[in-house]
């Protein structure tokens, strides 16, 4: 037979498939693509935006970066074959991913299909089960984006009994030669979590130069417009579209953390405040997921200024501990416990779902209104409103793991399953037993009130743990040890907190369980606590 001659409009050769988290330009299958004969596919689905009960903005943000990037490979004289959402509801046949790819396969004949490892282990599955079906050969690339391949995580992990961040975190230290001189940690430490725990104190946080925010381009402005028309009944806003959808953005995004906030980005890590929705964070969740920014020029920006002396070393050691430590931590922990992982409920919930203000706001615990008002806004709450307020209060009220981790899949833009799974089941819900955490971070009210303002705002008391005044967070905090404490018996790391609940007082025990009991009952029924 001979040999037919590939034409990427027609019949390429390769066709290499691009996902909405995939947009790096220096991915493999992109390098070694030859626009001759290879082409790439990109298409955006009905079913990607309704798997889980997605956020507008999330919605938006990627089905943006997607056309900024498709419009980038065909400058630079790449075929790609997209898919658009079509405008209108009727026009679209509801097709999910598999059934748009296996049409244009069988349309475009490729000879192989090539994509670098998706972030989600179902979509991994899923591809391999279509190129069985369309019978075309698939070739998986590993993912060079991440500074620590998943090989490098199997061999540090095996015989471990537990996964500790900070020996993975040195070992990459050490292997990137990050923040060392002469193999010794510069500043004298490889920790600096001690000095990075500030509260703003009763001052608050003063002048602090909020994010860069991104105009909509023209592309950007038609999906807001398309999402608003065709999923104008999801959760959140689009009002305030600002993310950074191309690298360009991202890049600027990156130089105006690093010139405003990172200096005091290590001591007010944790700390939190009303409507200061960003604080000193980076707010580069977003582009870093979609691959528009590279792990490795936000270290090196964060280590040239330390250099430069604009940034002293305990804010650049936990800027590059996020993500040159956990960032790649939970990815690794991600791919060496999955499929199983997702189905972990080490605590042994029922099949409780997250309140239904975890989807409005509408709430009269003051810490989780503010937290919600960033999740509905911008599709984003940083890290210690995520752990110990959403995360804390979800725990404590016993949601199922993988409810919460569906409905953090559904609000935050950065949310992939790779990195939303171990730290939204695992991290703050516990859900793995100890993978990620050795304890659960559970809390009263009184640490919310120790790291922000939120309590002085609100009708509840962070102190009591019983009576009408009594703050939900501290009354269930009780009722969980009490549930839980044989479990927890065997952990001494629990020890503290256990003998505490050893010293109530019973009558006064059995009093808060009762108004724990009445809360969650309230909870199930809807009504505003
Ligand atoms: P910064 O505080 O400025 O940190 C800098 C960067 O470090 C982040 O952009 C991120 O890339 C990285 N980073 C920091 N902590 C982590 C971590 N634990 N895991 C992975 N990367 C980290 N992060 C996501 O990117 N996507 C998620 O879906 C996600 N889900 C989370 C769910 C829960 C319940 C919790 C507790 C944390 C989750 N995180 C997730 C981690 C972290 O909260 C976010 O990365 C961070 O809040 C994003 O805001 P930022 O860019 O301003 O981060
Ligand atoms: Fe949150 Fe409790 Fe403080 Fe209110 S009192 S803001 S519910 S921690």
């Given at each position: 037979m001979a040999s037919r001659k590939p034409d990427p409009e027609q019949r390429p050769r390769n066709l290499v498939l691009v996902l909405g988290d995939q947009l790096d330009h220096r991915a493999t299958p992109l390098r070694e693509l030859d626009s001759e004969r290879d082409a790439v596919w990109m298409a955006e689905v009905h079913q990607e935006a309704t798997h889980v009960w997605c956020h507008k903005l999330r919605i938006a943000g990627f089905f943006a970066a997607m056309r900024h990037f498709r419009d980038e490979l065909r400058a630079k004289g790449v075929t790609v074959h997209y898919t658009e959402l079509p405008e209108r509801k009727s026009d679209d046949r509801g097709e999910d991913f598999a059934t748009v790819l296996r049409k244009d396969v069988k349309r475009l004949d490729p000879e192989k299909l090539v994509v670098t490892r998706p972030g989600d282990w179902r979509v991994l599955e899923s591809l391999g089960q279509q190129a069985l079906e369309s019978d075309v050969e698939l070739e998986v690339l590993e993912d060079v984006h991440f500074l620590s391949d998943l090989g490098a995580f199997e061999s540090w992990a095996?015989?471990?009994?537990?996964?500790?961040?900070?020996?993975?975190?040195?070992?990459?230290?050490?292997?990137?030669?990050?923040?060392?001189t002469d193999d010794e940690p510069q500043g004298g430490r490889w920790n600096f979590d001690e000095d990075n725990r500030k509260s703003f104190g009763k001052q608050g946080p003063g002048e602090i130069k909020a994010p860069r925010r991104f105009r909509p381009d023209d592309v950007t402005k038609q999906v807001v417009e398309l999402v608003e028309r065709r999923f104008g009944d999801h959760p959140g806003s689009l009002e305030h579209f600002d993310l950074p959808v191309n690298r360009k953005e991202?890049?600027?995004?990156?130089?105006?953390?690093?010139?405003?906030?990172?200096?005091?980005?290590?001591?007010?890590?944790?700390?939190?405040?009303t409507d200061r929705d960003f604080l000193y964070h980076s707010r580069l969740s977003f582009p870093l997921n979609l691959k528009l920014l590279d792990p490795r020029e936000c270290i090196e920006a964060a280590v040239e200024a330390y250099e430069a002396g604009d940034a002293p070393i305990h804010s650049v050691e936990g800027f590059v501990r996020q993500i040159l430590g956990w960032r790649e931590?939970?990815?690794?922990?991600?791919?060496?416990?999955m499929p199983r992982y997702g189905e972990r409920n080490a605590l042994g919930c029922d099949d409780r779902d997250v309140p239904s203000f975890y989807w409005d706001g509408e709430t009269d615990m003051n810490c989780i209104a503010h937290a919600m008002k960033a999740v509905i806004q911008h599709g984003y709450?940083?890290?210690?409103?995520?752990?110990?307020?959403?995360?804390?209060?979800?725990?404590?009220?016993?949601?199922?793991?993988g409810r919460f981790h569906a409905w953090h899949m559904a609000m935050y833009v950065d949310a992939i399953d790779w990195v939303s799974l171990p730290n939204a089941l695992g991290m703050s819900q516990w859900g793995d037993g100890g993978v990620v955490g050795t304890k659960p971070y559970c809390a009263t009210g009184n640490y919310v009130d120790r790291m922000s303002n939120y309590c002085k705002g609100c009708r509840y008391d962070p102190k009591q743990a019983d009576g009408e005044e009594a703050c939900p967070f501290t009354t269930l905090y009780w009722d969980f040890l009490a549930r839980h404490e044989d479990r927890f018996r065997a952990n001494h790391r629990m020890g503290f907190q256990l003998r505490n609940l050893d010293k109530k007082d019973p009558k006064l025990l059995k009093s808060i369980r009762n108004r724990a009991r009445a809360l969650k009952a309230r909870v199930t029924r809807g009504e505003r606590i």
């Open positions: 095996q015989g471990r009994k537990e996964l500790v961040l900070e020996s993975f975190y040195r070992m990459l230290r050490k292997r990137h030669d990050v923040l060392l991202a890049r600027a995004a990156l130089r105006d953390f690093v010139a405003h906030r990172l200096a005091k980005f290590g001591p007010y890590e944790d700390a939190m405040w931590f939970i990815r690794g922990v991600y791919w060496s416990q709450a940083h890290h210690i409103q995520r752990l110990m307020v959403l995360g804390l209060f979800a725990q404590l009220l016993g949601v199922h793991p």
